[in-house]
């Protein structure tokens, strides 16, 4: 006898296709044009995930997607999201964070959290709507695509908002990994010194990569860690974020305004419950090392099949309305969160 719920899974699984398969076909574009990069110029200059966004939104300027590929959509665009954060926790473990030293643990941390309100107050200081402005903030201040990807299901932020985010920084991202070593340079810096600058700057672990590994072993290595303590910031601060959401939502109620959704479990979100339990798993080594490269893969994958369907959600003109705006907070969070960097640098006298 077939189980009563079997239809009905099989319904929604049936409901997911369609959009699903538009998110893929959109994820495999971006995969082969970033290959077309690699080939005609030795390295991706735009990222498969940002190049996803692009060629969605593209799509969506010229085709409404018909309501039998919405579901299959959003479900691209937020669970696969979320999967995607869960195993992100698994690039980090605890003995990599105490490698770095108290000190240098500690500033990162204060650097991260004082980039983070700076660039918030950037953002509303030239008017940018409070949810973008905390995208950018946590973009600027973590990993740039990854953390305003974990961050925006639980602010519940828009389609638009989330691939104007992505894509300004992405931009300046790659600008950031060509001039930082220009910046070394000029300002005589040491092995140590410049890889946790860019450590503390540079938004994704492939870009610190590609932006130290040119000066040496030892600025990949200690730019590689201070990176990863910054990748390891974005479950507290996704926790402060659904607190302080779930504050203004008994606010608003208080105040006798309809109340504000808190998304994704109230106070703690579940991916980030998982994002925690997958370092936890890593520090003890429950995974494999041989394991880990898969997950980075997954993970990637995942995540350009969402950055798909935020394309896809996007209406690219009002991203165009805000681009000015965005760009300049963009700008001035990563010149503020480069002066937080040097200062750290500075206080602690490294070598």
């Known amino acids: 006898?077939?189980?009563?719920?079997?239809?009905?899974?099989?319904?929604?699984?049936?409901?997911?296709?369609?959009?699903?398969?538009?998110?893929?076909?959109?994820?495999?574009?971006?995969?082969?044009?970033?290959?077309?990069?690699?080939?005609?110029?030795?390295?991706?200059?735009?990222?498969?995930?940002?190049?996803?966004?692009?060629?969605?939104?593209?799509?969506?300027?010229?085709?409404?997607?018909?309501?039998?590929?919405?579901?299959?959509?959003?479900?691209?665009?937020?669970?696969?999201?979320?999967?995607?954060?869960?195993?992100?926790?698994?690039?980090?473990?605890?003995?990599?964070?105490?490698?770095?030293?108290?000190?240098?643990?500690?500033?990162?941390?204060?650097?991260?959290?004082?980039?983070?309100?700076?660039?918030?107050?950037?953002?509303?200081?030239?008017?940018?709507?409070?949810?973008?402005?905390?995208?950018?903030?946590?973009?600027?201040?973590?990993?740039?695509?990854?953390?305003?990807?974990?961050?925006?299901?639980?602010?519940?932020?828009?389609?638009?908002?989330?691939?104007?985010?992505i894509a300004f920084t992405a931009v300046l991202g790659v600008a950031v990994v060509l001039s930082l070593p220009l910046l070394g340079t000029a300002l005589q810096m040491t092995d140590v010194r410049y890889g946790v600058l860019a450590g503390l700057t540079v938004y994704a672990v492939p870009q610190v990569l590609a932006a130290t590994l040119p000066v040496g072993a030892v600025a990949a290595q200690a730019g590689t860690l201070i990176k990863l303590v910054r990748v390891l910031m974005l479950g507290p601060v996704c926790l402060a974020l659904a607190v302080i959401v779930a504050l203004r939502g008994r606010a608003d109620a208080a105040a006798g305004s309809p109340p504000r959704r808190v998304p994704l479990g109230h106070l703690l979100p579940w991916f980030i419950v998982g994002f925690l339990l997958m370092m936890g798993a890593r520090s003890l080594d429950l995974i494999p090392d041989g394991a880990l490269p898969v997950l980075d893969g997954v993970t990637t994958a995942l995540t350009v099949l969402a950055m798909a369907a935020l394309g896809l959600s996007t209406d690219a003109r009002a991203v165009a309305r805000s681009g000015p705006r965005i760009a300049a907070v963009v700008t001035l969070s990563l010149l503020a969160l480069t002066g937080l960097a040097l200062g750290l640098i500075g206080l602690l006298a490294l070598v």
Not at 18 to 40: D, F, I, M, S, Y
Not at 94 to 100: C, R
């Open 1 to 165: 006898m077939i189980p009563a719920r079997r239809p009905g899974v099989l319904s929604l699984i049936a409901r997911l296709i369609p959009g699903l398969a538009v998110c893929v076909a959109v994820a495999l574009a971006a995969v082969a044009v970033q290959a077309l990069e690699l080939r005609l110029f030795g390295r991706g200059w735009v990222d498969a995930i940002v190049l996803a966004i692009l060629i969605g939104a593209a799509i969506r300027s010229l085709w409404t997607p018909p309501a039998s590929v919405r579901p299959g959509v959003e479900f691209s665009g937020r669970t696969l999201l979320e999967i995607a954060v869960v195993l992100l926790g698994a690039s980090v473990s605890a003995a990599t964070v105490m490698a770095i030293g108290p000190g240098l643990l500690f500033g990162t941390a204060l650097v991260v959290t004082l980039a983070v309100a700076v660039s918030y107050g950037l953002g509303r200081l030239l008017r940018l709507p409070r949810r973008m402005a905390v995208l950018i903030a946590c973009g600027n201040a973590i990993c740039g695509n990854s953390a305003i990807a974990a961050v925006a299901p639980v602010i519940d932020a828009d389609a638009e908002d989330v691939s104007a985010a």
